[in-house]
């Protein structure tokens, strides 16, 4: 993405939301958004709306888990422009007690399922959302497996003796 | 070209031979007539029901005990053949698949997956389809050649043959259905 529709984008936003940037940087070539919480919402409404910018269709959605972080929980959304093959990324941390954001579905239709996935796999809830459910995962699962203090490993088997495996 | 070993049909049971007729009790009769006639329901999902495929094609072919006819509705089938690793969200299904299984029914249960979760030691992974359905014979392995698998197959029909026609009946049978909450 060029220099000046970086800082356009960058100015747009400031504009309508002051302070909602915290930061802005090419990490790699992909150009990356660290936005407040609050503002989440209506900057991918900018990003999708305003037609210099266009990113039409939303890539991916997904949830982020930084336990040694004070705001330990976080999402990572990709939003692509097709049109002139333009794609950012913006990231937005909170901490465990606030993890609720307000739903992408009225923005991007695709949103829906993604919001349900990383509802079910960190327990960030997404209000205004039609059906926030569990989407991958057995109905009845109690954790939010994804989150870092739930280890990876089934605790029910009975074969794996750790004294064998120099745990 | 003289046959080393005498060919022989299905192995007899035990009975009485003479000429135009042989006698045996209807229990081994009935295991005769069962253990050679086997329909298996493949539920594969990975890479065991790829070896599974290898197991009923002609270089293997599991045909030749009996089993060529595979049924794909659990109602017509007698061996259910677990292939693969089984998520805990397919876990009700497979369970469903063996309530509608008719008695008597036999499982197989191929491969380290099936069998104990495998290397697949994870929140979304079954450990082993025990936990929800009764197993008769584990077939070892990741993926198990074919010859294992057929070998699996083998120990189901010597389970078939043996079993006695009151089995399903018993209280012990009965007690080991309850522990997985069927009746």
């Not at chain 2, 697949?120 to 359905?133: A, E, K, M, P």
Request: overall charge negative.
């Amino acid at each position: 993405m060029e220099q000046a529709l970086r800082d356009k984008i960058v100015q747009q936003i400031s504009d309508v939301q002051k302070d909602a940037i915290l930061m802005a940087e090419m990490n790699r070539d992909f150009f990356t958004l660290l936005v407040k919480k609050d503002s989440l919402h209506g900057v991918v409404r900018i990003l999708k709306d305003n037609p210099d910018f266009g990113f039409s269709f939303l890539t991916t959605l997904c949830g982020l888990h930084y336990p040694e972080q004070k705001d330990e929980l976080g999402i990572m959304m990709q939003l692509h422009n097709l049109e002139k093959n333009l794609r950012i990324r913006i990231k937005s941390f909170f901490p465990k007690n606030q993890a609720t954001l307000p739903t992408f579905t009225d923005i991007y239709k695709s949103a829906n399922w993604m919001e349900r996935e990383t509802f079910d796999f960190f327990g960030i809830q997404f209000s205004g959302h039609p059906n926030l459910k569990r989407i991958l995962n057995v109905e009845d699962m109690i954790i939010h497996p994804l989150l870092k203090e739930y280890p990876l490993e089934d605790q029910v088997r009975l074969d794996k003796n750790d004294t064998m495996f120099g745990r | 070209m003289k046959l080393e070993a005498p060919y022989t049909m299905a192995q007899t049971p035990q009975g009485m031979e003479g000429p135009g007729f042989f006698a045996t009790t209807l229990d081994q009769a009935i295991g005769l007539a069962r253990k050679n006639s086997l329909w298996p329901l493949p539920f594969a999902t990975s890479c065991c029901g790829i070896e599974f495929m290898a197991t009923m094609g002609a270089h293997y072919d599991l045909a030749r005990f009996g089993s060529e006819r595979l049924s794909f509705s659990p109602r017509q089938a007698d061996l259910l053949m677990v292939m693969g690793t089984i998520a805990k969200k397919m876990g009700p299904v497979l369970r469903q698949v063996y309530e509608q299984m008719a008695e008597p029914k036999w499982v197989l249960s191929v491969g380290a997956c099936a069998s104990s979760g495998g290397i697949f030691d994870t929140y979304s992974v079954l450990q082993g389809i025990d936990r929800i359905i009764p197993v008769d014979v584990y077939v070892p392995g990741c993926p198990p050649r074919p010859e294992q698998i057929i070998d699996g197959v083998l120990r189901i029909q010597d389970l078939v043959q043996n079993e006695s026609s009151r089995r399903r009946n018993s209280p012990e049978y009965k007690a080991m259905l309850a522990e997985y909450g069927m009746e």
